[in-house]
Every structure is written in C-alpha cells, then in structure tokens.
C-alpha cells in the first residue's frame, strides 16, 4: 500500500487523504440522506468541504480506537468495508478508506487490513501487559540521570588530571636525562593523558573567564557631597564655640581639597576619618591650628554602621553620647528637666546596649531610650528616699552635665 499508517497528530485535518475521503463522502447521496435525516441530494448542497473534513477525523479516530482494543495487528478477521461502515455509521467510508490507501480488503480471507499498524499502534491486551508503573518510569529515569552526571564528572576528572600530568615540574636539581629517556617518558605521559572531553572549556575560554583584579581600595568624594547633619554634631561638640556656618566653610574647604586631587590620591576609605582630621588642622579662631597625629581622631569617631544622618539606625557603640540639638528637647519632653545626667548612668547604658549588638535605633530613639533609663533610676531613688529636694537631682554633690561631657576633650 502506498503511504504510511496514520496515527492522530495535530495535523491530521490538513492531511490531503483526509480531504480525499470527505471529498468522496461529500458527492454520496447515501451520507446525505444519514447525516441529514432522510434529505435527497449531497452533502457538499449542505455543508462545507471544512465540516466534512472534521466529520472524517471523527470517524477515523473511532475506527482506529476499536482496532487498538479489538485486533492485535491491525487486521478486521470475518470483516468486510461495510463493517466498517456500520464501524462509524457513514455508508461508503471503508470505500472510502481503500481508495485513499488506508484500509485493504481482502474477499479471499474476508479481512479488512489497517496498513502499518502495528509500527505506530499497540494493541490494548500487548500494552496493558508491558505497561510500566509510574514509579519504576521515575526509578529509570532517576538512574538515568544519574549514570548521566556520573559520566560527566568522571569525564572532567579525567581531563583535569590529564592538563596536571602532562606538565610535570623541571626540577633542576637533577641530572639532565639522555635524550632517549626523555622521549620515552614523553611517550608514556602523552599516552596515558585522556584527551579532553567534548564539553570541556579551552584555554582561551578559562582565562576570558577569570575574575578580574579587585577595584582599588576606597572611594572618591561625590561631587555634590554634603556635611551631614552628624559630622556636624561631632564638630560642634569639638568646638562648641566655632559655630555651624564657620563649620560649614571648613566643609566647603574639605570637599575642594579633595576634589582638587586626581587618581589614587582621591581615593579614601574611610570619609569620616578624614573629615576629623581635616577639621582639627584648621585653625580655630583666634588660635594656632590643632594638629593631631594620623589616626589621633579616631578615638571618638563612631563604629563602622553607626548613623551620618538622624533618622538612620545603628548599634550602640562606645563613642555615643547624646546629641547637643535633640537632647536637650527629649529632656523636656520626658520632664526631666533640673535632672542631671551623671557620667555612671551614661556608662551603664552604653554597656547594657553594647552587649546588644542586634538592636539598632536611630540617634533620637537611643536619647529617647536614655531618658527612660534615667526616669527608672529617679523613681528608684525616690521610693528609697535618696532624693534631695524637689528638684528630683538623684545626688546633691555637683555632677557633670551632658554639656560638660560633650566640650571636655579629656572625654
């Protein structure tokens, strides 16, 4: 037979046999008077080729379903092609199936024979008995992926070992051997290094792929840099007399002098390091400048994550002290005012939070934070009796206030 057994795909309704048999299905007026109840005529009068095309792909599938449950190979035994007409229900298809070449009668046997079946289709009694479980089709598939992944890292090994033999170290140490002993450990090196797999990365493609050198240590100064609000604090609390426009200068002055500078010169790690010294060369008002040795600043700059602006949150760490803006206002506000905050209170806080390194908060919530400490303390001292007077000061003898920590330099 000319062609090959069909089975259902997606473009079964364009094969041209297909629309060779609604052609001829379409001409009969025995399929008419079926398909529409007794009418006279043919059904290419009433329906299009396109309808009689769906009507052929229906049929087909119904013929071939019954042959994979009813026959083995594909053959009809003690059938003719009106049993496949009878199959369907449209007169005239097994006809049409014969003359498209996908059916073959035999009168002798009284066979009808479905070319090719057997290649593209199993019966139902073969696959019900060779059908596999769903979890041994997972097992073979899991070993499969395995023996996979297995060969291909023995194929790596082999060629990584093979790049590490082949290049044996000179030792110089050692006598120069004959030249027909060198040839023959060549021989020998060269024939038992596996050449390298497939997959594996050439020479050129590994070094295109190597990391870069790191970036130079540091960064330069933003070219729309501004003090922050917290290098401002700091300085103040340096120089409580200096006042923030003529700090600002200085940090005006700051920013020139570094962006004065080219290359590696404009880099630095550390920017608030910097700014410490910069401010303490200057000249103070009146004065000689303060010159501090490299690095005598860092004694009092804040840890690496504290804040450079209020709303940022950080750790407590040993440098805090409360701000000289917002400080003053959180004492109002938790009516502590004529309380003095001693320099034991200020330790013990910061020891109680810096063993507390996954709290974070920001300038204002630590001030907030203290004032509560101290407002437990004068409750304390007041149910025990220890206050002086109606001030609420928890010691009568002369304390340091927070503006005196803040200006001594000794702190």
Known sequence: MAGAWIKMRSSLLSDPKVNGIARILEQSPAVCRVMSHGRDGVMRDVVTRNVMRHVTVASLVTLWSDASNNTRDGVYRNYDLSDIDDLVGIPGFGLALEAVG???FDAAECTVTLPNFAEYNVCSQIRGASAKSGAQRQREYRERKKAERLRNESDVTRYVTGDVTSDPRVDKSRKEPSPDGEGERARNAHAKTPPPPANAPSPDTVAASSPEPPPPAGTALPADWALPDAWLEWAEAERPGLGASKIRLTAEKFAEHWHARQGAAALCADWFVAWQEFFHQQRPPG????VLPIGAARGKRPPAGAATSPEQRFAMHDAWVPSPRGWP???TRNALSGVTLTNDQLLEF??????????????????HELAK???RDLRKAQASGGTDGPSGRVDAKRVPSVADILTDDNW
């Open 329 to 331: 206002a959180t004492v």
């Open 350 to 367: 910061r020891s109680y939070w810096i063993n507390r390194p996954d709290t974070a908060r920001s300038q204002g919530q630590w001030e």
């Open 287 to 290: 004065g000689k400048a303060r």
């Open 373 to 375: 400490s101290m407002k």
């Open 102 to 104: 996908w059916a073959e």
